[in-house]
């Protein structure tokens, strides 16, 4: 650690958000630069600051500040420097010069201590010196409040945060209940907060600890897609993270109960536990869902004689289940349309659209994805957006409690909604996209029931058939033109268990023999480089490699370093940084991992005006690094239809390398041309479900590069990870079905 002291000549950049500062410190005449989040350092401050030194390939030698102290002014001159700055409200230079020429080497005791005094200075009245000494008093109290945090070993970065929303309370939350802070800050989940109460000196088996241990483990699984669990699981798990018995829990549980954290239900004699947001968001959308779902009054052979006039305006003979599809969308304000690939979805939707555009009707077409919504788009050449640009996302708060424009206050104003791949749909956004409609309004949900679940909590389209509340129409024939397709029979081969031998003369579904990663990676590698752009006539960069697994020689981790060797090795004209375990590079295919409702998006034209602009970029959204800039710390991605982001650097967490994805964040998206790499795996993923799903991404080939035993294990393998939801259950309440 090295530790240098000066005072701060000038402040180079900051943000003003977060703190992040690029500081010049001066010592004589000797200058250094400083680089850390200090949200509260003022020109003219003395600072002994200790932290790394760096070099800069542009800017030089700095020091990554790790943690710092200030020293108070001591004499008139650095008084005079610091209070002219402006690092104190109220304080011009004119003024400083009055103050420090009364009060001299003692000004700074004077203003901490006896601040009425500076009343005495002409120009200031009384109110003026007390509002002096409240501005004075508040950067101290940041500055207390920064120091005893750091005891706790809290970053500056979090402790400007918990400072923010706590003010003055924070030492009794620190003291007493340090898990508040995972209620409360974004950014501090239970293990910081378990981390902060261990050096606090609370008590392993404190209530706080275990409440916040229990809502913990709901939280996690929440992530994993679940709404709720069964009591012994949940306990379990508490169990093992908390390290206390079951006994000790019980009563906590009551307690969340009683301050309507969770809500607990029996179902078939087992407890299954929500936490409060996933059981009412369920709840609401089975109500709304019941609003929605009302029967038209159209008879039957009207429906016909109009289907059979688009039929042959269009030049096409429609089958007995697309028929029934199309008019149960006119006659119900809710229909659910699902189908395995080739099964005529696309086409149906097209009928449907054709009807209501000859009836005179508004309709809106959406999809949860870009990229689906973009395919939507091209299949009916009707407007597609995603849904939540459908929604309008305004861009403000998290997960749960998102802020559309479009709500029961300002409805969609439209009389149809069709929605496709709605088996990506999780239950927060359906509930908002329920908000935004009327009774009265059709909805009609196109999707897979066999793809994967939504990467967010719940089953939405499988609970909302399996509910039979609504009416549900599959259609399951493969018409000619699919059937001519490896791709499309194969994956209803495989959705049905049926074994699926290589067909060597196959012209898009290959399969490509290794028995060892080394030699997998090397294929891989061949067809993404040289073989298949051609062949499917895409660039590399649209070719993706879908993958089961996250660890392992073939898990996305492993890949994603061997493939970005491979295809965007290091050279000079590109900047790097660091991310965790893997380094991001300029020219790297990028996924974002998180939902981030408020990170904006440009899209500019040659001349860098902006074209388009808005918000949210979303877990599973593809881009390309364009620009490291280490001065800013700011990386700029591209994503799809050209939409720019700015990632500040600590935020280059949200982004990960993705040469290589898992099958789960494939969902929804289709590539011209994927690559499998199979080769053993856990049991538990290596499943049916998750093949079916990696091969339903491709448009024109499917490459499976391994071991044909793995394959035909994984189509033989049913069982599917068990996802935990409610709202087949809260569907069948609201219809009193249960
Ligand atoms: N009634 C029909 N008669 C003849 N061909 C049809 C009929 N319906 C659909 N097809 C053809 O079957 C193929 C698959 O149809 P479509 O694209 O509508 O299916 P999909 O379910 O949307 O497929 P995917 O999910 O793979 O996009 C297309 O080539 C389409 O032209």
Sequence with gaps: ??????????????????????????????????????????????????????????????LRVQEYEFTAPSDAASTLKYLSSGAIKGIGEALATRIVKKFGDDTFRIMEEEPERLAEVKGISMRKALEISGAVAGKRDLRQAMLFLQQYGITQNLGMKIYNFYQGRLYQVIRENPYKLADDIDGVGFRIADEIASKAGILPDSDF??????????????????????????????????????????????????????????????????????????????????????????????????????????????????????????NNGLTIITGGPGTGKTTTIRTIIRYFEKEGLDILLAAPTGRAAKRMKEATGCEAKTVHRLLELSGMVGEGATSFGRNEDNPLETDVVIIDEVSMVDIFLMKSLLRALVPGMRLILVGDVNQLPSVGPGNVLRDMIYSDAFPVVRLEKIFRQAAESDIIMNAHRINAGEMVEPRPGSRDFLFIKRDNPGNIIGATITLLKDKLPNYVNSSTRDIQVLTPMRKGLLGVEQLNVALQEALNPPDPSKQELTVGSFILREGDKVMQIKNNYQMEWKVLNSYRMPLDEGVGVFNGDMGIVREINSYTERITVEFEEGRRVEYEFKQAEELELAYAVTIHKSQGSEYPAVILPLLGGPRMLMNRNLLYTGVTRAKSCVCIVGSVHTFQEMIANEQEQKRYSGLKDRIKEVYELA
């Design 1 to 62: 650690m090295v530790e240098l002291q000066g005072y701060i000549d000038r402040i180079v950049f900051r943000n003003e958000e977060n703190g992040y500062s690029v500081l010049c410190m001066k010592e004589g005449n000797k200058e250094e630069f400083l680089v850390g989040v200090f949200p509260d350092v003022s020109e003219g401050e003395y600072l002994t600051a200790r932290g790394e030194m760096n070099v800069h390939p542009i800017y030089g030698k700095q």
């Design 209 to 330: 600890r275990i409440r916040s241990g229990i809502l913990y483990v709901l939280e996690q699984a929440t992530g994993q897609g679940h709404t709720c669990l069964p009591m012994d699981q949940l306990m379990q798990e508490a169990r093992r993270l908390l390290g206390v018995e079951i006994d000790s829990m019980n009563d906590r549980i009551m307690d969340l109960i009683m301050d309507k954290k969770i809500v607990v239900k029996t179902k078939e004699d087992i407890q299954m536990v929500y936490s409060s947001v996933s059981y009412y968001t369920e709840l609401t959308i089975a109500q709304m869902l019941k609003d929605l779902n009302i029967k038209d009054t159209i008879t039957s052979d009207e429906i016909s004689a109009k289907i059979k006039a688009i039929e042959t305006e269009q030049d096409i003979a429609l089958d007995d289940r697309q028929r029934l599809a199309v008019s149960e969308a006119v």
